[in-house]
């Protein structure tokens, strides 16, 4: 299914790990009618090691590039070849960058900003794993819990049995349950231009699991691999309820304000991006071709906690370094985050899946660790070194953006 359907980690390669610039962009069409937190040192520790001074974080220019150029120019070849705009972060050793490329507004032709906020799409995934893995570490539920213990009768249905999967399948989508994002009805209200008739409606968690449980379960739970946005969905509701909180004030509590991520937030039924922000696209189809849409706003309950949180490239840049770095989780559960799986199918690209978290290995050896999202308008990357010691998230604001991905390569691949 097409991006704004599918939430994928990028759908054309781990959702993210395969963009490139192949496309053409069209004329742009009118729509139709209290936990415990993290140590203290350590979060310190990556705050400045983070920290984005107002001299660095200045528009882009050659003396302040730490030699990016080649991420930079890869960002301006993507919007030459079709992409609207593109922004990008990065942090290592030599401080932080920050370029941009495009326009952030097809109409009125301003320039994409690399501050901007965006919708993070299925990078959500990581903090909802992030938060459940901190319950653990806490006592407040294991990981091999039975989804059944603690949403009785919640995934049942054609086959699915919520007794039978563990919380941990969830995470690393291993439990065979449908992706709701796959139902043909869903996808037609969310991914074509029907759209604009849908894009203020409120979502449920439970309405977004009993989607998917008028279809059969894809596989038995431990017997594959399948990108299930479903999962995300389950795991958001195993948060409230071990926690009596939504999942996206736990998020908040334990992840956004201790790392002062403030571009980053969980907007519940809110239709609007925050500004900073550019104007999203999309072709609301399987195509590359054809119109392009404005497809800013819409009610993100339509993906919940499998891709609901709005970011910036710089935040993004921060929770994974952290998150790597061992500011988030102990030893253990970040040990159990990074104990991966082989990912089959158009979404794995030759990578494997942990906890919420993908490692990806690069052509040319450089071992990465992040995750991907794609949503209306919006498709983005969010990776680092397994160290942490360099980082980089890129956003586009158009999501039907294909092919082979060479941002990645250009940033972590020496030349050669």
């Known amino acids: 299914m097409p991006l704004p359907g599918r939430l994928t980690p990028a759908r054309t390669g781990l959702v993210g790990a395969a963009l490139a610039a192949a496309v053409t962009a069209g004329t742009l069409t009118a729509a139709p009618a209290a936990p415990a937190a993290p140590a203290a040192s350590a979060v310190r520790a990556v705050l400045a090691a983070t920290a984005v001074t107002a001299a660095t974080d200045r528009a882009h220019h050659p003396a302040t590039d730490h030699g990016h150029h080649r991420t930079q120019a890869v ?21 932080p960058w920050g370029g941009a490329a495009g326009v952030g507004d097809l109409v009125g032709r301003t320039p994409r900003g690399e501050h901007d906020r ?40 054609s086959g699915h049995d919520g007794d039978r999967i563990s919380v941990r399948r969830l995470l690393n989508h291993t439990s065979g349950i449908h992706d709701f994002s796959e139902d043909p009805h869903f996808e037609r209200r969310v991914a074509t231009p029907e759209f604009f008739a849908h894009r203020h409606r409120t979502w449920t968690p439970r309405s977004l699991v009993a989607i998917a449980m008028r279809h059969e379960p894809d596989f038995a739970p431990g017997t594959g ?10 795991a958001g509701m195993i948060i409230e309820k071990v926690t009596g909180r939504p999942y996206g004030e736990e998020i908040r509590r334990r992840v956004i304000d201790p790392l002062h991520l403030g571009a980053t937030s969980v907007p519940g039924t809110d239709p609007t991006l925050p500004r900073p922000s550019s104007r999203a696209y999309s ?37 994974y370094t952290a998150l790597l770095r061992g500011a988030l989780l102990p030893d253990e559960q970040l040990a159990a985050m990074k104990k991966t799986v082989p990912a089959t199918g158009e979404e794995a690209a030759g990578n494997r899946y942990g906890l919420g ?23 983005s990357m969010a990776v680092t070194t397994p160290d942490g010691g360099h980082a980089l998230t890129y956003n586009f604001n158009g999501d039907w953006i294909r092919g082979k991905n060479k941002i990645l390569d250009a940033e972590f691949c020496p030349t050669t």
């Open 357 to 379: 978290l993908m490692r990806l290995e690069l052509p040319c050896g450089t071992v990465l660790w992040g995750h991907g999202g794609r949503i209306h308008g919006s498709l």
């Open 283 to 319: 072709k609301l189809s399987d195509s590359s071709a054809g119109p392009t849409y404005d497809v800013t706003e819409f009610n993100p309950s339509l993906a919940g906690a499998s891709g609901e949180v709005i970011s910036s490239a710089a935040d993004l840049n921060r929770f």
């Open 75 to 95: 960002l301006e070849a993507a919007v030459r070849a079709g992409a609207p705009g593109a922004t990008a972060h990065a942090w290592d050793g030599r401080g």
């Open 225 to 234: 691999w399948g990108y299930s946005n479903t999962n995300y969905v389950v």
């Open 118 to 157: 965006f919708r993070a799409a299925s990078i959500t995934k990581t903090f909802v794993a992030t938060v459940l893995l901190q319950l653990e570490a806490e006592g407040r539920l294991d990981l091999d819990d039975k989804v059944g213990r603690w949403l009785p009768g919640v995934v049942e249905g």
